[in-house]
């Protein structure tokens, strides 16, 4: 294929607006599967993609479309809607010339409509914009059209409308995508590509057990084939290329990629740190300049993963290991706790990421962990020179607020916050303002989408919105609501560090940082949740919440009672029965003076759970 014959484009849109349904029906009007009832979500190939219908892991495909009888190479990368995954979609696109925006004709444009068009924007790619589902009852393409509009400055002209589902219109996607999105541009021109070095981008890889590395490349310049010599400009490390190919939908292997294509190397690459997202790669004879890279993900969604049993640590490593080759994106340190023993501390994008990782954690190595509460990473100011010497800065990273430095030479304490675009029917305008602010959200920004939808802006702590967030906004707008976030730096917040004692001893994994106005119900609800699982013991025993060893709660459990008395039969000797009793009571005090209760792992979990 010439250059100017090939196409690489991305299809983003909202969760559920129906990119998976656009890709299957692309593929099968080109042929590259036959067309069948089964055929369903076909890029989706993870068993957690299918069970939860999202896309977590983006896929390429390469194409065939014959356009005025001359054939053309379409090379679709699929995209993750959700906003954990918003690092997938920037790789993605980076490695294409423009993106079908794709927009439900009933629920119109959404949070992540707004989040993955701005990606693109930034990006200056041409994007069609599509309206699928147009067979529904409920459509309502027209006020979609408008929603485009005002938004984007998107003319009706522009639009394509279709039914993914019966496959109405989407031939006309396909005209539209040899026509408005330009072949790749590179800089040496087509004439000239047998002859200039080869450069590219490393734009994704997944791990494949008997190959290794498969990295997705796109060609800048030059080309590639088997036994070429390649270095990685960032790991300066070399590899001989074992096998180049395309995705049609599973990798076919071809002798050559030549520049503008998208397509695969395995070149004996062993770990995922070898392939490098956003690295370029060329000859080891010819190295080039670099490709401008992508700022690697941030984890921002840490929790402690154990072995349900101190012998399944290895396992539990192991897996953890392998599935981390296929998503650079989690990060890995190793934690201790007293009551789960030797674990990790695993840092994720989002906690659908996180829910993800466990359930294929779950699946595909068969490992039950334990999930400890999920927070965020805290910057805390230190004083004193000392002090801030051995901290190794003025500034020191919290993951676990358990490893909180002491009180007494904290300066301050900075938690993350977001920027959260939120879209509403505006008959729920009063819930969504009473919902921001009990999430301590502040609003900056409202304006009107179409007639009757609302676009907020509102600036949230992220560990807020972790856990409930999404699901309450989902239940007080009866599931209109559409939510998506970004980065929004961190702030100096007023929080306090909260510790839970069981009788008398800190439990570790529930020491928790907690904003000050929220502290009280939370040290509550964490006491009344404890005396609910925990077992009586011979002897009472409290469970209390402190901030700074200043108690907030306090719950009782009461000694569990043995009738010491039984076999005294009443009346009789009424002597012997006092003496029984006292002997019981000053055994518990004995007890709760040395006694431990034990805090099980079953408890922690039932407690933790969110
Ligand atoms: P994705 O999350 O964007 O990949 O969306 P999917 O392709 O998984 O589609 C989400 C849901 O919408 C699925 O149940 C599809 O069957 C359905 N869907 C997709 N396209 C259409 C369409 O054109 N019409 C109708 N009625 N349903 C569709
Ligand atoms: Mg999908």
Redesign the pocket.
Known sequence: YSIDKIRNFS?I????????????RLLELTGVIKADKAN??IL?KLQVEKER???VKAQTASLFYEYKGKKHLLNLI?TP?HVDFHYEVKRSLAACQGAIL?V?ANEGVQAQTLANFYLAFELDLPIIPVI?????KVAKPEVVVQQLNTLFDITPDQIIK?????G?GVDEVLKAIVERIPCPQVTSGSDKATQVPFKGLLFDSHYDRFRGVVASVAVKEGQISAGDKILSLQTKKKYDVQEVGVMSPDGVPISRLYEGQVGYIIANMKKAKDALIGDTLCLAEHPVDPLPGFKPAQAMVFAGLFPADQSEFSSLQDAITKLTLNDSSVEVNSDHSAALGQGFRLGFLGLLHMDVFEQRLRQEFHINAIVTAPNVPYKVKVKGAKNIKFYGGEVVTVLNPCHLPPLSIIEEIQEPLVLGTIIVPDCYLGDLVSLSMKYRGVQVEQSYIDDTRIMFKVVFPLNEIIVTFFDELKSVTSGYGSFDYEDYGYKTGNLVKLDIYVHNVIIEELTSLVHVTKVEDRGRELCLKLKEHLSRQQFEYTIRAAINQRFIAKETVKAYRKDVTARVKSGHDMARKKLLLDRQKEGKARLRLAGKVPVKKDVLMKVLRK
Not at 132 to 136: F, Q, R, V
Not at 162 to 166: E, Y
């Open positions: 299809i849109a909202h969760v559920d607006h129906g990119k998976s349904t656009l890709a299957d369903k979500q989706d219908g999202i896309t699929d809607g794709l439900d699928n589902k147009i067979d529904l279709i039914s993914a589902k019966l109405t």
